[in-house]
């Protein structure tokens, strides 16, 4: 490699961020050095959360800050055969035991798998529960995204951030990039490689929705993503988050 592609690719991995918390809230602030955060992260279905940045939720969990993980809905129509009452009861129940391999508090909004709605509502529902919790950081999913459940998840987190005064940090993460997240250029990185297999754990209590294809399907292979974006920060494992303000600027 010549010096000048050597020089550019030190440079490109310079303008990379990756974050390690509580640092990058921190970072000017040194109040906040020694605080314990409060981490929220919404996710359209059981198993969203868990895929897209289960790594990063268990390691802030690790470092001693409370999280909280809401969904939006229970996955009522996300199991074959199923009436959506059986498998919202299932799916629940395997959220739960999910957020206790990830020593997380879940939280139930009560929409409809599949019916994804974002009214007023919803914003002052979603705002409330949000609101409760009392966040400096929340992550939710990626707003272009070909699954109206995320994108409906993400845009209710979006309007609670604006009308709670913009008070916590706002991330999103990445589910099924290429095939469900679009248009996902990642401004920070998490290395996940300490908090992978508690992530996998957390995503295998999923067993309604194949777990094993979640870590390998050719159209949503989180492991290969794992693998892809800690190449990216030189880490055997890493999740990717976009920041609000950076990529995106809602006012």
């Not at 868990?50 to 969904?71: N, P």
């Not at 529960?129 to 707003?143: C, G, N, Q, R, S």
């Not at 693998?227 to 990216?232: H, L, N």
């Not at 030189?234 to 950076?246: D, K, L, P, S, Y």
């Amino acid at each position: 490699m010549s010096t000048s592609r050597r020089t550019f690719a030190k440079n490109m991995l310079a303008a990379t961020t990756a974050f390690s918390l509580p640092a990058f809230v921190t970072a000017g602030n040194p109040q906040k050095q020694n605080k314990k955060l409060k981490i929220v992260c919404v996710g359209g279905h059981p198993d969203d959360p868990e895929s897209g940045c289960g790594g990063t939720l268990a390691m802030l969990q690790v470092q001693g800050h409370d999280v909280t993980i809401i969904y939006l809905t229970s996955g009522e129509a996300g199991i074959p055969g199923k009436s959506h009452a059986e498998a919202a009861a299932i799916r629940t129940k395997e959220a739960i035991a999910a957020c206790k391999i990830l020593n997380a508090k879940p939280i139930f909004a009560g929409q409809i798998d599949g019916a994804g709605m974002v009214d007023n509502e919803w914003v002052g529902k979603i705002q409330e529960l949000i609101k409760m919790e009392k966040p400096d950081i929340v992550f939710t999913h990626w707003p272009i995204d070909t699954h109206k459940d995320h994108q409906a998840a993400s845009l209710l987190t979006i309007q609670s951030w604006v009308r709670l005064g913009k008070i916590f940090e706002l991330y999103f993460f990445e589910v099924c990039t290429g095939s469900q997240t679009m248009g996902f250029k990642p401004t920070d990185y998490v290395d996940i490689t300490n908090t992978k297999e508690q992530k996998k754990k957390a995503v295998f209590c999923h067993t309604s929705q194949n777990p094993p294809g979640i870590y390998a399907a050719s159209d949503c292979n989180h492991g290969m993503m794992e693998i892809f974006r800690g190449i990216e920060i030189n880490v055997a494992a890493a999740e990717a988050f976009v920041r609000m303000g950076t990529a995106l600027d809602f006012g």
